[in-house]
T-cell receptor, first 116, second 109 residues
Framework: DSGVTQTPKHLITATGQRVTLRCSPR?????VYWYQQSLDQGLQFLIQ???????AKGNILERFSAQQFPDLHSELNLSSLELGDSALYFC???????????????FGPGTRLTVL | DAKTTQPPSMDCAEGRAANLPCNHS???????VYWYRQIHSQGPQYIIH???NNETNEMASLIITEDRKSSTLILPHATLRDTAVYYC??????????FGRGTQLTVWP
């Protein structure tokens, strides 16, 4: 158990819909990261938040957005869903924003999104 | 971030050492080498990291060549539970991890 929780575990929805994925980081971790894992693209970094502020963006679509709340939990919002958005979405947390040194990330169990 | 190259698959007998290679010829002097693994759709798990020196922890050993262009992750006594995809990641830009395709390690009884 990494200490990172994600809800829901599974989500099935239809094209065009909007969903929200939730992540609670490890106690004390200020950084939250979102990753998407699909069969064709592998594990891809989407976005990072640090203490409520966006710090880095990766291959995140404009239809997707995220935020980190004052209690440090984070939500990833996916809208106008397409079949290709079906994937595993992982959240990770860490206790340091500094990228130049050792920075272990702790991953949650993921949310499996299926778009029909 | 450094581009890494790993074999797509390897296998190993249970109880034997598993040696997983990684090439990272474009790694810069201050970029670390990180290893993570992912067991069947679970969240990736950190294993070990290193900069120049060899490193060892309770999970594995990491051997980095002197020119830092390649490294080897060693699982000294592989078990069936070590069957997973192993990712070698070079560098760490702003905390984000860039995963490649990794190596599927299969440990057989």
């Amino acid at each position: 158990d990494s200490g990172v929780t994600q809800t829901p575990k599974h989500l099935i929805t239809a094209t065009g819909q909007r969903v929200t994925l939730r992540c609670s980081p490890r106690s004390g971790d200020l950084s939250v990261y979102w990753y998407q894992q699909s069969l064709d693209q592998g594990l891809q970094f989407l976005i990072q938040y640090y203490n409520g502020e966006e710090r880095a963006k990766g291959n995140i679509l404009e239809r997707f957005s995220a935020q980190q709340f004052p209690d440090l939990h984070s939500e990833l919002n996916l809208s106008s869903l397409e079949l290709g958005d079906s994937a595993l979405y992982f959240c990770a947390s860490s206790d340091s924003f500094l990228a130049q040194r050792y920075n272990e990330q702790f991953f949650g169990p993921g949310t499996r999104l299926t778009v029909l | 971030d450094a581009k890494t190259t790993q074999p797509p698959s390897m296998d190993c007998a249970e109880g034997r050492a598993a040696n997983l290679p990684c090439n990272h010829s474009t790694i810069s002097g201050n970029e670390y080498v990180y290893w993570y693994r992912q067991i069947h759709s679970q969240g990736p798990q950190y294993i070990i990291h290193g900069l120049k020196n060899n490193e060892t922890n309770e999970m594995a050993s990491l051997i980095i060549t002197e020119d830092r262009k390649s490294s080897t992750l060693i699982l000294p006594h592989a078990t069936l539970r070590d069957t997973a995809v192993y990712y070698c990641i070079g560098g760490l830009t702003l905390g984000r991890l860039y995963f490649g395709r990794g190596t599927q390690l299969t440990v057989w009884p």
